[in-house]
T-cell receptor, first 114, second 115 residues
Framework: DQQVKQNSPSLSVQEGRISILNCDYT??????FLWYKKYPAEGPTFLIS?????DKNEDGRFTVFLNKSAKHLSLHIVPSQPGDSAVYFC?????????????FGKGTLLTVNP | DGGITQSPKYLFRKEGQNVTLSCEQN?????MYWYRQDPGQGLRLIYY???????QKGDIAEGYSVSREKKESFPLTVTSAQKNPTAFYLC??????????????FGSGTRLTVV
């Protein structure tokens, strides 16, 4: 059973427009969420995170929104650039325990067209 | 610079052979992980280790083995029992929550191909 779901395998946007990547989770114990960006044949790199005590976190062009009641988070990229074209993974974890594991979604391939 | 190093970047294996993928980190992280990436499957956890000399199976451990004799090293052996080993393998590490949790740091991956 997938606890973290990214229901859109791919997304295509025009350069300069907003990209919105979505992620849903089912485990109500998750309280820390991260987004990773991955280029082909490379390891994922950390992009942005959010704790469940917040509903929004911004870092430059990237903003993550968390809706705890809906168990939904989204990553907004504004403005989108061709270099943002990559696979984006949503991940979630439970803080406060000894288990450090992240649970990943299957990823969304973002293509930003010039 | 601290980081996590995977080697080799590309590896070819004949059917029936065991191969070992290397993963070394100098971040002083307690926990280390092995993931496998296949098209459309996302990242699937193979094994993880939270401390030296201890490790646990992940979701797809069959046909794989690991060791954690040193904090810095977490090699993965793909055995001949793994029926479909061709994939992109990722190693990651993370620090303990008590020191601030920032998720994983990933290596650059190893592409394993069975020929």
């Amino acid at each position: 059973d997938q606890q973290v779901k990214q229901n859109s395998p791919s997304l295509s946007v025009q350069e300069g427009r907003i990209s919105i990547l979505n992620c849903d989770y089912t485990n109500s114990m998750f309280d820390y969420f991260l987004w990773y960006k991955k280029y082909p044949a490379e390891g994922p790199t950390f992009l942005i995170s959010i704790s469940s005590i917040k509903d929004k976190n911004e870092d430059g062009r990237f903003t993550v929104f968390l809706n705890k009641s809906a168990k939904h988070l989204s990553l907004h990229i504004v403005p989108s650039q061709p270099g943002d074209s990559a696979v984006y993974f949503c991940a979630a974890s439970v803080s406060g325990g000894s288990n450090y594991k992240l649970t990943f979604g299957k990823g969304t391939l973002l293509t930003v067209n010039p | 610079d601290g980081g996590i190093t995977q080697s080799p970047k590309y590896l070819f294996r004949k059917e029936g052979q065991n191969v070992t993928l290397s993963c070394e980190q100098n971040l002083n992280h307690d926990a280390m992980y092995w993931y496998r990436q296949d098209p459309g499957q996302g990242l699937r956890l193979i094994y993880y280790s939270q401390i030296v000399n201890d490790f646990q199976k992940g979701d797809i451990a069959e046909g794989y083995s690991v060791s954690r004799e040193k904090k810095e090293s977490f090699p993965l052996t793909v055995t001949s029992a793994q029926k479909n080993p061709t994939a992109f393998y990722l190693c990651a590490s993370s620090n303990s929550r008590g020191q601030g949790y920032y998720g994983y740091t990933f290596g650059s991956g190893t592409r394993l191909t069975v020929v």
